[in-house]
């Protein structure tokens, strides 16, 4: 199965600070790349597909970038609401698999 | 509007089954994929299960012959039988829709709350 990997486990910011969050797939898994953010007692909430593209509603201040194996999650100028638990998933191969999550916490 | 409504959750026994069901609405779930997902407490997300609109299934190798993933077209429903449970299996178990990129490739854009299932004696 495919591993994913993410770095950091936890990242404390201020808000009006930038995040920059790393996803690494143990073999390629080409753009089928998506991020999810959860906050404590919810579902999951797709932010990003295709490794770069933002779902329906999902701010400007969050981009997805990489592909192969290295893919990254930027948030600019981060906001009271994003203080949250971010995954990312494969989904070119099966099992699915998702990274282990970042959580990003407010300093 | 796309909505998920998992129910079914409940204690259960080591060994014993429980049937987890998801409604939706706002699409047809025999159009699409359709998965679970489950979140041990304090965990990550572990994929468990999908079913494809032509009827084609894959499963984790944690719950492959012990869990059956199907679905009800007149209800518009998803279902998730579990069997010969394990605490392991302890967790919320969430259904998701599966949506396909413009390469074919499907990836998960809705998700329900969740239903609780917990294995103990």
């Known amino acids: 199965e495919i591993v994913m990997t993410q770095s950091p486990a936890a990242l404390s910011a201020s808000p009006g600070e930038r995040a920059t969050l790393s996803c690494r797939a143990s073999?390629?898994?080409?753009?089928?790349l998506a991020w999810y953010q959860q906050k404590p007692g919810q579902a999951p909430r797709l932010l990003i597909n295709?490794?770069?593209i933002r779902a329906t509603d999902i701010p400007a201040r969050f981009s997805g970038s990489g592909s192969g194996t290295e893919f990254t999650l930027t948030i600019t100028s981060l906001q009271s609401e994003d203080f949250a638990v971010y995954y990312c998933?494969?989904?070119?191969?099966?099992?699915?698999?998702f990274g282990q999550g970042t959580k990003v916490e407010i300093k | 509007e796309v909505q998920l409504v998992e129910s079914g959750g409940n204690l259960v026994q080591p060994g014993g089954s429980l049937r987890l069901s998801c409604a939706a609405s706002?699409?047809?779930?025999?159009?699409?994929?359709m998965s679970w997902v489950r979140q041990a407490s304090g965990k990550g997300l572990e994929w468990v299960s999908v079913?494809?609109?032509?009827?084609?299934?894959y499963y984790a190798d944690s719950v492959k012959d012990r869990f059956t993933i199907s679905r009800d077209d007149s209800k518009n429903t998803l279902f998730l039988q579990m069997n010969s449970l394990r605490a392991e299996d302890t967790a919320v178990y969430f259904c998701?829709?599966?949506?396909?990129?413009?390469?074919?490739?499907?990836?998960?854009?809705?998700w329900g709350q969740g239903t609780l299932v917990t294995v103990s004696s």
């Open positions: 998701a829709r599966g949506r396909k990129d413009s390469g074919g490739w499907a990836f998960l854009d809705y």
């Open positions: 706002g699409f047809t779930v025999s159009s699409t994929y």
């Open positions: 079913l494809y609109s032509d009827g084609t299934i």
């Open positions: 073999q390629s898994v080409g753009s089928n």
């Open positions: 295709g490794a770069s």
């Open positions: 998933q494969q989904y070119i191969r099966w099992p699915w698999t």
